[in-house]
T-cell receptor, first 114, second 115 residues
Framework: GAVVSQHPSRVICKSGTSVKIECRSLDFQATTMFWYRQFPKQSLMLMATSNEGSKATYEQGVEKDKFLINHASLTLSTLTVTSAHPEDSSFYICSASRVDYGYTFGSGTRLTVV | AQSVAQPEDQVNVAEGNPLTVKCTYSVSGNPYLFWYVQYPNRGLQFLLKYITGDNLVKGSYGFEAEFNKSQTSFHLKKPSALVSDSALYFC?????????????FGTGTRLTIIP
């Protein structure tokens, strides 16, 4: 149990276009979801925390207009990278918190902007 | 503010030997502590967590960790390493009071098991 599905796993897009990444909790309700960014050989950097039905809380230095987060239901959160540029290329990971104080992570999305 | 440190970027262990991956933390209250493993181009897989109770926590794939409050440590251990344990390991901490659900991650330790 406690599975989080994230897709797409890989996406290549042209500079200036937007990309949407979906994160779904398949067998539990996730009131809170998190979006992370991971650079090569580095740790996970928290980008934002999203709660169902409310606006996401962004970490300092993260552009909310570039990284749009929507958490419309208890099982779905989306991250849209708008007007993507090559420097947005990265590995993006979502996670959902559970009532047992644990966290389940998605399998990640490799975004390449060309 | 909560923080976690993994002092070793790389740990090499011979197959069959015991392994330890170190983690120390800093929080204002009583911590929730986690270990995750990451394989290339994948998300994080949960290994174990400490919330309360016994200081020795047993988790997936034969891993265990000991919560040591006086040393503010939560080292990951396994009695006998397997080549398949080679991966990137992350320690994480959450400072639970007042609805804070954010996890703070260490910088990761790359574990290589040598056949």
């Amino acid at each position: 149990g406690a599975v989080v599905s994230q897709h797409p796993s890989r996406v290549i897009c042209k500079s200036g276009t937007s990309v949407k990444i979906e994160c779904r909790s398949l067998d539990f309700q996730a009131t809170t979801m998190f979006w992370y960014r991971q650079f090569p050989k580095q740790s996970l950097m928290l980008m934002a925390t999203s709660n169902e039905g409310s606006k996401a809380t962004y970490e300092q230095g993260v552009e909310k207009d570039k990284f749009l987060i929507n958490h419309a239901s208890l099982t779905l959160s989306t991250l849209t990278v708008t007007s993507a540029h090559p420097e947005d290329s990265s590995f993006y990971i979502c996670s959902a918190s559970r009532v047992d104080y644990g966290y389940t992570f998605g399998s990640g999305t490799r975004l390449t902007v060309v | 503010a909560q923080s976690v440190a993994q002092p070793e970027d790389q740990v090499n262990v011979a197959e069959g030997n015991p392994l330890t991956v170190k983690c120390t933390y800093s929080v204002s209250g009583n911590p929730y502590l986690f270990w995750y493993v990451q394989y290339p181009n994948r998300g994080l897989q949960f290994l174990l967590k400490y919330i309360t109770g016994d200081n020795l926590v047993k988790g997936s794939y034969g891993f265990e960790a000991e919560f040591n409050k006086s040393q503010t440590s939560f080292h990951l251990k396994k009695p006998s390493a397997l080549v398949s344990d080679s991966a990137l390991y992350f320690c994480a901490v959450r400072d639970p009071p007042f609805g804070n659900e954010k996890l703070t991650f260490g910088t990761g330790t790359r574990l290589t098991i040598i056949p």
